[in-house]
């Protein structure tokens, strides 16, 4: 079991809002791949081949083949130690939020229930020229180019390259990220923004922050405690610790 520094102890004991920021490493142990890294999807793949508006109106068939598949592995995988550990802090704390850069939908599917999404849901769709949402969840586009009834195009509903993040999670991620104590930073290159703003921003408040990732990365200089190591590992660790400091604090208030 990780030992932990006693700052960080102490921050977990008198803590009331936490943050998860999660990137795409919370969910590589559910076998999902990372964007970037040894195993990273944009080694292989360009990005302005598939993750942009241009190139889809350019070859629709071809990115929706792209996000077929990745619904495919993402239907298949299942929430890991972490995605379920960090849910579990909902019993220790009274203001968890979880921020995600994720689309796969694990984060809710292990039982969070505040959930912001910055880069939107590989579970929903849109058209592209009347905006109708085509949701259900076990829906399958047999057409490789699906067409709404107006005529228009439907769009997984993810945030390419180049376009805005939906103004409403970002907004409501600031406000988690100005009011919370500890700020938790998880598998993410914090390299893509604006969503790697959240975390310099809690900072910017006061947040106590926490990095936890397989290697150093553009935020390790400002966290106050790195944990190197896998997600689904160092997590249930903490929330063992989180469960004893917990419950003695809840004992002796009561
Ligand atoms: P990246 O692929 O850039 O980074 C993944 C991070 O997870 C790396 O820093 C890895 O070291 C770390 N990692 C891998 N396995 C891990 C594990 N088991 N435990 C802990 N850490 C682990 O992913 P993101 O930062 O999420 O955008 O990428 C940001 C955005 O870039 C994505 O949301 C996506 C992409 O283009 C959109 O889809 C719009
Ligand atoms: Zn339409």
Not at 130 to 144: A, I, M, R, V
Request: net charge neutral.
């Amino acid at each position: 079991m990780n030992s932990f520094k006693p700052e960080f102890i102490e921050k977990l004991k008198r803590a009331e809002s936490i943050v998860f920021f999660t990137g795409a490493g919370v969910s590589a142990e559910s076998g999902i791949s990372t964007f970037r890294g040894t195993d990273g999807i944009w080694n292989r793949l360009k990005p302005e081949e598939l993750a942009n508006f241009d190139a889809f109106m350019r070859n629709p068939e071809r990115v929706w083949e792209w996000y077929q598949y990745r619904k495919q592995i993402i239907h298949q995988s299942k929430p890991n130690a972490a995605h379920i550990a960090i849910a579990e802090f909902q019993n220790y704390f009274n203001d968890v939020v979880v921020v995600t850069q994720n689309v796969d939908n694990l984060h809710r599917r292990a039982g969070s229930k505040v959930i912001y999404e910055l880069h939107g849901n590989i579970e929903r769709n849109y058209c592209i020229k009347c905006k109708t949402e085509y949701n259900q969840p076990d829906l399958s586009f047999p057409d490789k180019k699906p067409k709404c009834k107006c005529g228009g195009l439907i769009r997984p509903d993810i945030v390419w390259f180049g376009e805005m993040l939906p103004e409403d999670q970002f907004s409501a991620s600031e406000a988690a990220a100005q009011r919370c104590d500890i700020i938790f930073v998880v598998g993410t290159s914090a390299v893509v923004y604006p969503a790697a703003q959240i975390p310099l921003l809690a900072k910017r408040f006061g947040a106590y922050l926490v990095e936890i990732n397989l290697e150093r990365t553009e935020i390790s200089s400002l966290a106050d405690c790195s944990l190197l190591g896998k997600a689904g590992e160092i997590f249930p660790d903490i929330l063992k610790e989180v469960k004893q400091i917990r419950s003695t604090e809840k004992l002796n208030r009561e």
